[in-house]
């Protein structure tokens, strides 16, 4: 995790918030290939969940949300964890993640000092909204993103005729008072999730939770992520949620050991029913297809974090490589080693970075004109400075999976070289087909490592 965290720093995925000051605890800043790859992340899941169904529409609730919002979520009642602090070394525990015998002995795991009593601690951030901090001005930042689904289900029947089964999908931040806060961007007190809210009869809740769980599985095999470093966790009974029937994780092989990337929820009527006790609202469906038929439907949900999802495709696109048997190309001398993250070339901030030779002659000028020319359709680089072996393990760095180079045979034959991250392969490519041979191999991608 060390070596991500720093190359994540070096080329400018990721920041710590606040650094100058010390670092904000709990909170990160997404620099330039950062912001592009979390985009591409999520971009790919709004397009699996919405473009690719066809009952799914979206919605971007706000994140302020009435106070009551979350009185009847259970929220304000059940979204705590337990803490314990230590009273010699002050280090505070999450009292559920340390062995049982520190507990029972009421001993730090740390220093082995004394252990306060176990107390809940609720997770939601809490604020004033207007000058009077009174309760009656108390406002929450959402823990998650759920909830502005189910209260806004209704305006979505009704402003795209939905039918049930339909769903409602959701990309945005979310905050906790997490109590550890550790392992880089892992978990963190300002997050974002992308969540996917699937209403269904209830009575066929169980059938469609299984679907998803299916779907949910095979998203990930299509990003291409090591399908032998993902599990399902089902949750026990002490694990389940207030609300939910059944929950599977999907966990994936972190660097520090499985941890959840994913939540698949049977959530049941609970939310619906919740909102319709505290608003005095009727939240049932009525089925025109079905003689109006009325019930409160069941739910679905589908929970990802996306900023999770970075850090998983960070740690499932690291590798490093040596290199020495391909020295004989430009590509550097005996105990030459690369750092390389496979990315996938749909999540890759940059698609390809282009490359002239050397600065003069013309071959600046024919590079710069063919960045041009990809630049609408396609993200790219422009490097001229270095020896260009070094350049391409710059690109590696980055996860760029295509570099075109320019050199003296482009002048004469309008041919560029088309240098494959993966394998470091290297052929020649009339200019003139570029772009259409940069979308043939990105549709074709198969990671080979
Ligand atoms: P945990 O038990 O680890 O605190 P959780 O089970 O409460 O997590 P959910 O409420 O199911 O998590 O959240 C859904 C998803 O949101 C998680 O699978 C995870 O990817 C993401 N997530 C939750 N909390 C955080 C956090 N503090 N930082 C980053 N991502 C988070």
């Known amino acids: 995790m060390e070596k991500i965290t720093s190359l994540a720093k070096r080329r400018g995925f990721v920041f710590q918030s606040s650094e100058i000051y010390g670092g904000q605890n709990g909170a990160w800043d997404y620099g330039p290939l950062g912001i592009e790859l979390k985009n591409r992340i999520a971009g790919a899941w709004w397009k699996e969940m919405t473009r690719l169904h066809d009952n799914i529409a979206g919605l971007d609730a706000a994140i302020l949300m009435h106070p009551r919002v979350w009185e009847a979520s259970g929220h304000v009642e059940n979204f705590t964890d337990p803490l314990v602090d230590c009273k010699k070394c002050k280090l505070r525990f999450r009292a559920d993640m340390i062995p049982e015998e520190n507990l029972a002995a009421k001993k730090c795991p740390d220093c082995g000092g004394e252990l306060t009593d176990t107390r809940k601690f609720n997770l939601m951030f809490k604020s004033h909204i207007g000058p009077a901090e009174d309760t009656a001005s108390v406002i929450y930042l959402r823990p998650e993103t759920a909830q502005g689904i189910y209260v806004n289900y209704k305006n979505i029947i009704q402003s795209n005729r939905m039918k049930i089964p339909f769903g ?36 066929a809740d169980e059938e469609w939770f299984n679907e998803w ?14 399908m032998d470093h993902l599990r399902w966790h089902q949750h026990g009974k002490d694990e389940l949620a207030h609300y939910a029937k059944d929950a ?32 005095g609202k009727d939240m049932q469906y009525i089925d025109q297809d079905a003689g109006n038929e009325r019930y409160i439907p069941y739910i679905i949900e589908t929970s990802a974090g996306l900023t999770r999802n970075v850090l998983m495709i960070l740690c499932d696109a690291y590798d490093e490589e040596q290199v020495a048997e391909k020295s004989a190309s430009s590509e550097g001398g005996a105990d030459d080693w690369r750092t390389v993250l496979r990315f996938h070339p749909d999540l890759a901030p940059v698609t390809a970075a282009i490359l002239p030779l050397m600065k003069k002659d013309g071959l600046a000028e024919m590079a710069q004109d063919i960045r041009n020319e990809l630049q609408d359709d396609y993200s790219t680089d422009y490097d001229q400075s270095g020896a260009i072996g070094r350049r391409y393990r710059r690109q590696d760095e980055a996860g760029t999976p295509f570099c075109i180079t320019v050199d003296y045979q482009s002048k004469d034959d309008n041919t560029v070289t088309l240098r494959f991250r993966d394998s470091m392969e290297q052929v020649r ?16 991608y198969k990671r080979i490592k």
């Open 168 to 203: 409602i999908a959701q990309i945005g931040k979310a905050f906790r008072n997490e109590i550890v806060t550790k392992n880089f961007i892992f978990r963190t007190c300002e997050f974002e999730q992308m969540e996917m809210q699937y209403f269904v009869k209830p009575g």
């Open 213 to 226: 769980r299916k779907q949910r599985w095979a998203y990930y095999e299509k990003l291409g992520v090591k």
């Open 248 to 279: 599977y994780d999907i966990e994936y092989l972190f660097p520090m050991g499985w941890r959840e990337l994913e939540g698949v929820h049977n959530r049941t009527d609970y939310d619906l029913r919740r909102h319709a006790q505290f608003s």
């Open 429 to 444: 490519v009339p200019r003139s087909e570029l772009a259409a041979r940069l979308k043939q191999e990105i549709k074709g």
